[in-house]
């Protein structure tokens, strides 16, 4: 596959600081070389990444989340292999290219005439290369755990899995925001309602939808699926506590019932979280920890992804981006 970089034990490696005494994370995941053996490997989950920002960008949002998977990769390598982590359970596949699409894309202006359907279509080309990738770890029998970039990935995810799985999937999506945003040019708002209409889903739940931030246009789009869509605002949950953070999401997973579903997490959705759309008002990160940990916990679960972090400019100041990242991995792996 020539849009997947695969990464060496080498090359992982080369990003761990190692300590006399000390094993670290990055010292015991498993590696491979082609992805045709990876059902040979032991390992449940598989872990990749898409640095990009190109759906952020054909969405007039703010760039930045193609630094993401380094930030995480780093942190994540270097926390401390024990009896408690897991290691052994992770195998780190890479990253999907999307240099070409990045370099064109940097190249528009969002004023431009031709601006939609130009990016739309790059994000298209991505959407291609990311449903590639996790159609091939389902068939392999693993679990994909994604780090985007953008949500406008979180089509190729539905896409694959869809694929993977011989039909369509359910998704639960820790979020601020629909992204049911209507049938335009392809970017980071309108991934699920291309995923429903092209039949990747057969139900979707958004998990902390903000009322103040949803457009009349996306409720109203949302009652076409009224049989297929839940949502329960955050609002609702962490103001009125009716329902509870707990109830709600017990209500979701069973919403989500029998099917496999996929896990999206939006770190939009996080009370000052650097990202794409960061919010003053949003669920804290242990709320975040325990929804996924929660939903991946189920044999139901096909693959979960984590999106639109931003990590600062300033190199110094990125540790905390990439270390909240490498928890949420941790989550999913851990028992």
Not at 113 to 139: C, H, P, T, Y
Not at 252 to 273: M, Q, R, S
Not at 311 to 319: E, R, S, T, V
């Given at each position: 596959?020539?849009?997947?970089?695969?990464?060496s034990?080498?090359?992982?490696?080369?990003?761990?600081?190692?300590?006399?005494?000390?094993?670290?994370f990055?010292?015991?995941?498993?590696?491979?070389?082609?992805?045709?053996?990876?059902?040979?490997?032991?390992a449940?989950?598989?872990?990749?990444?898409?640095?990009?920002?190109v759906?952020?960008?054909?969405?007039?949002?703010?760039?930045?989340?193609?630094?993401?998977?380094?930030?995480?990769?780093?942190s994540?390598?270097?926390?401390?292999?024990?009896?408690?982590?897991?290691?052994?359970?992770?195998?780190?596949?890479?990253?999907?290219?999307?240099?070409?699409?990045m370099?064109?894309?940097?190249?528009?202006?969002?004023?431009?005439a031709?601006?939609?359907?130009?990016?739309?279509?790059?994000?298209?080309?991505?959407?291609?290369?990311?449903?590639?990738?996790?159609?091939?770890?389902?068939?392999?029998?693993?679990?994909?755990?994604?780090?985007?970039?953008?949500?406008?990935?979180?089509?190729?995810?539905?896409?694959?899995?869809?694929?993977?799985?011989?039909?369509?999937?359910?998704?639960?999506?820790?979020?601020?925001?629909?992204?049911?945003r209507?049938?335009?040019?392809?970017?980071?708002?309108?991934?699920?309602?291309?995923?429903?209409?092209?039949?990747?889903?057969?139900?979707?739940?958004?998990?902390g939808?903000?009322?103040?931030?949803?457009?009349?246009?996306?409720?109203?789009?949302?009652?076409?699926?009224?049989?297929?869509?839940a949502?329960f605002?955050?609002?609702?949950?962490?103001?009125?506590?009716?329902p509870?953070f707990?109830?709600?999401?017990?209500?979701?997973h069973?919403?989500?019932?029998?099917?496999?579903?996929?896990v999206?997490?939006?770190?939009?959705?996080?009370?000052?979280?650097?990202?794409?759309?960061?919010?003053?008002?949003?669920f804290?990160?242990?709320?975040?920890?325990?929804?996924?940990?929660?939903?991946?916990?189920?044999p139901?679960?096909?693959?979960?992804?984590?999106?639109?972090?931003?990590?600062?400019?300033?190199?110094?100041?990125?540790?905390?981006?990439?270390?909240?990242?490498?928890?949420?991995?941790?989550?999913v792996?851990?028992?």
């Amino acid at each position: 596959m020539k849009d997947l970089k695969l990464y060496s034990k080498r090359q992982l490696e080369n990003l761990i600081d190692k300590r006399e005494g000390e094993i670290k994370f990055g010292e015991k995941v498993q590696t491979v070389e082609t992805l045709e053996t990876l059902e040979n490997k032991t390992a449940k989950y598989v872990l990749f990444g898409i640095p990009e920002d190109v759906g952020v960008h054909a969405n007039y949002g703010k760039k930045g989340t193609s630094a993401a998977w380094e930030q995480c990769l780093k942190s994540l390598l270097n926390m401390q292999a024990n009896t408690y982590t897991n290691a052994e359970n992770l195998l780190v596949l890479g990253e999907v290219d999307c240099s070409e699409q990045m370099r064109t894309a940097s190249l528009l202006a969002q004023d431009g005439a031709n601006f939609g359907s130009v990016i739309g279509k790059l994000v298209e080309e991505i959407d291609v290369k990311v449903s590639q990738v996790v159609r091939a770890i389902i068939s392999a029998g693993k679990i994909p755990i994604i780090i985007g970039g953008g949500h406008n990935n979180a089509f190729g995810n539905l896409k694959g899995a869809s694929e993977g799985t011989g039909g369509p999937i359910n998704v639960v999506n820790f979020d601020a925001h629909t992204d049911f945003r209507p049938l335009e040019h392809r970017h980071s708002g309108n991934g699920f309602s291309y995923a429903m209409e092209r039949g990747y889903i057969d139900k979707y739940v958004v998990f902390g939808l903000h009322k103040t931030y949803t457009s009349q246009e996306v409720y109203n789009r949302m009652e076409q699926f009224k049989n297929k869509i839940a949502f329960f605002f955050f609002e609702d949950i962490q103001l009125r506590e009716n329902p509870t953070f707990k109830n709600a999401v017990s209500m979701a997973h069973k919403f989500l019932l029998p099917k496999k579903y996929g896990v999206e997490l939006d770190v939009d959705a996080i009370e000052n979280f650097p990202s794409s759309a960061m919010s003053p008002s949003g669920f804290t990160m242990k709320q975040a920890r325990q929804f996924l940990r929660f939903f991946v916990r189920h044999p139901h679960v096909a693959y979960v992804h984590i999106c639109e972090a931003v990590p600062h400019k300033n190199p110094d100041l990125n540790y905390n981006v990439g270390k909240a990242l490498a928890y949420f991995v941790s989550d999913v792996i851990s028992d």
